[in-house]
């Protein structure tokens, strides 16, 4: 879950979770309701749905970037060894870093994204490769943080990601860098 950067004014909180209907990824905005420790179910908006090959490696933390923008780690949808080479594959959202801006909307015709590309993303425009992409190649970013400024940080993203039977890694992207 991950609080709008203005939230206190427009109430939006967003929430990341794995379907029990079809096991996809969806990504949705939610509104407080009048009593401002509940959450208004009606108001329910889905920004970004992603189908997942199989039950792990989905991933699961959002975060807001100083940037403003939305952070979407993504597993690279389960299975030993990443078999389809999702992580590599710059066409699929899977086993990536996505970055989003949720305050406009890019695809007015598509009611299944609902969000903008920041043009900064590294994949952007005419470039090869999903618009959506900050970042590739990781295989399951369950846990990771940025390095906040206002803590004398500086912004660098830090990632727990899952190896493959006897190592975990641990990754650090310098603030700023989407990777390629």
Known sequence: ?????????????????????????????????????????????????????YQNH????????EDGYLYIGMGD???????GNRAQDLNNLLGKFLRIDVNGDDFPADS???????????????????DEIWSCGVRNPWKWSFDRT??????????ADVGQDTWEELDFEPAGTGAR
Do not use: C, E
């Open 58 to 65: 989905n991933g699961g933390t959002i975060k807001f970037g």
């Open 77 to 83: 949808g389960g299975n030993s060894y990443d078999p």
């Open 1 to 53: 879950m991950a609080f709008h950067p203005n939230y206190a004014v427009n109430g939006y909180f967003y929430v990341n979770y794995t379907s029990i209907v079809d096991g996809s990824t969806n990504i949705v905005r939610y509104t407080r309701s009048a009593n401002p420790l509940v959450a208004d179910a009606a108001t329910a908006f889905p920004l970004l749905a992603i189908a997942q090959p």
């Open 150 to 159: 206002d803590w004398l940080g500086d912004g660098a993203l830090m990632i």
């Open 112 to 130: 299944t994204r609902n969000y903008r590309i920041p043009l900064t993303n590294p994949f952007a425009g005419a470039t090869t490769g999903a």
